[in-house]
Nanobody, 120 residues
Framework: QVQLVESGGGLVQPGGSLRLSCAAS????????MGWYRQAPGKQRELVAT???????DYADSVKGRFTISRDNSKNSVYLQMSSLKPEDTAVYYC??????????????WGQGTQVTVSS
Protein backbone atom coordinates (compact mmCIF):
# COMPACT_ATOMS: atom_id res chain seq x y z
CA GLN A 1 0.00 0.00 0.00
CA VAL A 2 2.98 2.29 0.47
CA GLN A 3 5.45 2.87 -2.31
CA LEU A 4 8.73 4.74 -2.24
CA VAL A 5 10.06 6.04 -5.52
CA GLU A 6 13.62 7.28 -5.82
CA SER A 7 15.14 9.55 -8.41
CA GLY A 8 18.23 11.63 -9.01
CA GLY A 9 20.96 9.07 -9.43
CA GLY A 10 23.42 9.12 -12.26
CA LEU A 11 27.00 9.57 -13.34
CA VAL A 12 28.94 12.48 -11.91
CA GLN A 13 32.59 13.52 -11.91
CA PRO A 14 34.65 13.57 -8.71
CA GLY A 15 34.00 16.80 -6.88
CA GLY A 16 30.58 17.13 -8.40
CA SER A 17 27.17 17.21 -6.80
CA LEU A 18 24.01 15.21 -7.03
CA ARG A 19 20.64 15.38 -5.31
CA LEU A 20 18.63 12.28 -4.59
CA SER A 21 14.90 12.36 -3.97
CA CYS A 22 12.54 9.82 -2.51
CA ALA A 23 8.77 10.26 -2.36
CA ALA A 24 6.31 8.04 -0.53
CA SER A 25 2.70 7.51 -1.48
CA UNK A 26 -0.15 5.36 -0.24
CA UNK A 27 -1.83 4.76 3.10
CA UNK A 28 0.29 7.08 5.18
CA UNK A 29 -0.77 8.67 8.41
CA UNK A 30 2.65 10.00 9.23
CA UNK A 31 6.31 9.28 8.73
CA UNK A 32 8.67 9.38 11.64
CA UNK A 33 12.23 8.62 10.62
CA MET A 34 13.65 8.68 7.12
CA GLY A 35 17.04 7.59 5.96
CA TRP A 36 19.42 6.88 3.15
CA TYR A 37 21.51 3.75 2.83
CA ARG A 38 23.99 2.67 0.22
CA GLN A 39 25.61 -0.50 -0.97
CA ALA A 40 28.83 -0.40 -2.92
CA PRO A 41 30.08 -3.29 -5.06
CA GLY A 42 31.37 -6.09 -2.87
CA LYS A 43 30.42 -4.33 0.33
CA GLN A 44 27.64 -4.48 2.88
CA ARG A 45 24.82 -2.01 2.97
CA GLU A 46 25.61 0.93 5.20
CA LEU A 47 23.65 3.73 6.75
CA VAL A 48 24.46 7.08 5.17
CA ALA A 49 22.15 9.52 6.90
CA THR A 50 18.97 9.68 8.93
CA UNK A 51 16.48 12.37 9.79
CA UNK A 52 13.81 12.20 12.46
CA UNK A 53 10.32 13.65 12.48
CA UNK A 54 11.72 16.65 14.30
CA UNK A 55 14.45 17.03 11.67
CA UNK A 56 17.28 15.82 13.85
CA UNK A 57 19.98 14.39 11.59
CA ASP A 58 22.81 11.89 11.77
CA TYR A 59 25.48 11.09 9.23
CA ALA A 60 28.04 8.42 8.63
CA ASP A 61 31.54 9.72 9.30
CA SER A 62 32.47 9.16 5.68
CA VAL A 63 29.93 11.69 4.42
CA LYS A 64 29.87 14.30 7.17
CA GLY A 65 30.36 17.78 5.80
CA ARG A 66 29.60 16.66 2.26
CA PHE A 67 26.07 15.24 2.37
CA THR A 68 22.91 16.84 3.68
CA ILE A 69 19.68 15.01 4.37
CA SER A 70 16.40 16.88 4.49
CA ARG A 71 12.69 16.16 4.40
CA ASP A 72 9.51 17.75 3.18
CA ASN A 73 6.62 16.44 5.23
CA SER A 74 4.02 18.00 2.95
CA LYS A 75 5.35 15.86 0.12
CA ASN A 76 6.24 12.76 2.15
CA SER A 77 9.70 13.12 0.72
CA VAL A 78 13.29 12.83 1.80
CA TYR A 79 16.29 14.22 -0.02
CA LEU A 80 20.01 13.69 -0.01
CA GLN A 81 22.15 16.51 -1.29
CA MET A 82 25.57 15.12 -2.11
CA SER A 83 28.51 17.41 -2.71
CA SER A 84 32.25 16.96 -3.16
CA LEU A 85 31.55 13.48 -4.42
CA LYS A 86 34.31 10.90 -4.40
CA PRO A 87 34.72 7.64 -6.29
CA GLU A 88 34.22 5.89 -2.95
CA ASP A 89 30.67 7.23 -2.92
CA THR A 90 29.80 5.02 -5.87
CA ALA A 91 26.98 2.75 -4.78
CA VAL A 92 23.32 1.98 -5.10
CA TYR A 93 21.49 4.34 -2.80
CA TYR A 94 18.28 3.32 -1.07
CA CYS A 95 15.84 5.43 0.87
CA UNK A 96 13.94 4.05 3.82
CA UNK A 97 11.00 5.40 5.76
CA UNK A 98 9.31 4.34 8.97
CA UNK A 99 5.65 4.83 8.05
CA UNK A 100 2.69 4.91 10.41
CA UNK A 101 -0.60 3.91 8.82
CA UNK A 102 -4.11 4.91 9.84
CA UNK A 103 -4.32 1.95 12.20
CA UNK A 104 -1.26 3.36 13.98
CA UNK A 105 0.91 0.51 12.84
CA UNK A 106 4.47 1.24 11.82
CA UNK A 107 6.36 -0.39 8.98
CA UNK A 108 9.64 0.18 7.24
CA UNK A 109 9.50 0.76 3.51
CA TRP A 110 12.35 0.88 1.04
CA GLY A 111 12.87 2.58 -2.27
CA GLN A 112 13.90 0.67 -5.35
CA GLY A 113 17.44 1.98 -5.27
CA THR A 114 19.20 4.42 -7.54
CA GLN A 115 22.72 4.09 -8.90
CA VAL A 116 25.24 6.80 -8.15
CA THR A 117 28.50 6.52 -10.02
CA VAL A 118 31.35 8.93 -9.34
CA SER A 119 33.96 8.66 -12.04
CA SER A 120 36.00 10.79 -14.39
Amino acid sequence: QVQLVESGGGLVQPGGSLRLSCAASGAIFSINSMGWYRQAPGKQRELVATITSSSSTDYADSVKGRFTISRDNSKNSVYLQMSSLKPEDTAVYYCKMRVRDFYQREYDYWGQGTQVTVSS
